[in-house]
């Protein structure tokens, strides 16, 4: 079975950098054909995909995010990150990791950690 957890802090000051880590256990995430992807839930909003690492390394980020987005990976503890620049309140939401497939769809998940921006 696959599992996901979030890391990181749960409060970060505006124009300071958000960072997050996903731990994965129960799959390598270097060895198949997914996707590793962070997502979030703004208050009042719905999901809003952020981007992903592929199995292979290669980054994929929101059009209206990838400047301020970077996603890593650190295969030898099987996690990767997420760090989100120059944040706002805007960036307030609750982050989640998951497993995506090329078709689109995400069969597991981490139960999210909420981040607040705030000074």
């Known amino acids: 079975q696959v599992q996901l957890q979030e890391s990181g802090p749960g409060l970060v000051k505006p124009s300071q950098t958000l960072s997050l880590t996903c731990t994965v256990s129960?799959?390598?995430?270097?060895?198949?054909?997914?996707?590793w992807a962070w997502i979030r839930q703004p208050p009042g909003r719905g999901m809003e995909w952020v981007g992903a690492?592929?199995?292979?390394?290669?980054?994929v980020y929101s059009p209206s995010l990838k400047s301020r987005t970077s996603i890593s990976r650190d295969t030898s503890k099987n996690q990767f990150s997420l760090q989100l620049r120059d944040v706002t309140p805007e960036d307030t939401a609750v982050y989640h990791c998951?497993?995506?497939?090329?078709?689109?769809?995400?069969?597991?998940w981490g139960q999210g950690t909420q981040v607040t921006v705030s000074s």
């Open positions: 998951a497993r995506g497939t090329v078709t689109g769809e995400y069969t597991y």
């Open positions: 129960g799959g390598s995430i270097t060895t198949n054909s997914y996707y």
């Open positions: 690492i592929t199995y292979a390394g290669s980054t």
